[in-house]
């Protein structure tokens, strides 16, 4: 069987002339296999070169992305020390406001609720040692820990805030002025001869001598409980009022020549109450004044701030 032959016309552009020429068709499909390989080639060559140069491109690009992050999570080591410093003030803050407070300091291990803290040391060593990835994870273990720091400290100074207000107001209700602005102490807290009676008594406040007339005044803040107006000569407190102040204190007011307050009426400190007098069993215009702790007698002047007292 012959060889097929395969003809092949070229025409020209140019000048529209026309050549045509032979070729087998073993020849035929050997050149096209030529052409079709060396396409091939070329090809694979150009991939290549293209897939290498992007490789270096994307290679470049993330090398700069990760001197920028590691720029960056350097710059976030040193402003994380700088909060640490802050948290640490804060804390010393708040110890000395607890001490204030009469509040138990909190202890180290708290202030770190279980995490050791950071320095220098910390944050440096997280260079070259580590990955990106374990920067950032170490970063925000660290921050988490902050968190929990600063979140204790502001409960620590709701706590210190509570008990702050708390004590204020326990304060206006502690018995601790003089109930006279002018007055001298006569007879004081304890065993005494009696000046009526003539026999040894306990005395179980202290008398303050004043001018009949002068203003008695509530030693603290409280509600007046007991007012008696009605009396028998030289028979017990004569015109006097008790007044409660809460916490377990109450305070008597006695030998008045008249009472100013009415029962369950609440008052402040410096109210004036009564004016001084000597009802009762009394041998001279005076106050006599009490305090007492869950009902139980207590020096007065163990509560005065003050004595010579004043607004």
Known sequence: MHDKKVKVIYFSLRDSKSKAFELSGRYF??????VVVAVFLVFSVFLSVFTSFYQNLELA???KQNEQLTTEL?????????????????EREDDDL????????LDSDT?????GGFNNTTVNASFGNEGLSDQVNNYQSILDQVERRLDLTISSRQAIREKLEADREMMKHIPSVK????????????LRMHPIYSKLKRHEGVDIAAPEGSEVFAAAAGVVTKVVAKYKRNVSYGKHVIIDHGYGLSTLYGHMSRVLVKQGQKIDRWTP???????????????????????????????????????
């Open 74 to 90: 350097s710059g976030m080591g040193e402003r994380l020390l700088d909060v640490e410093s802050r948290v640490n003030g804060l």
């Open 61 to 63: 690009s993330l090398t």
């Open 111 to 115: 202030r770190k609720v279980g995490i």
């Open 29 to 34: 499909v050997a050149l096209l296999s030529v």
């Open 273 to 311: 109450i009564g004016l001084v007098g000597q009802t009762g069993a009394a041998t001279g215009p005076h106050l006599h004044y009490e305090v007492r702790k869950n009902n139980q007698p207590q020096d007065p002047m163990s509560y005065i701030l003050d004595i010579r007292s004043g607004h």
């Open 179 to 190: 109930p006279l602005l002018n007055g001298r102490l006569n007879d004081r807290f304890g």
């Open 98 to 105: 607890r001490i204030i407070a009469n509040l138990p300091i």
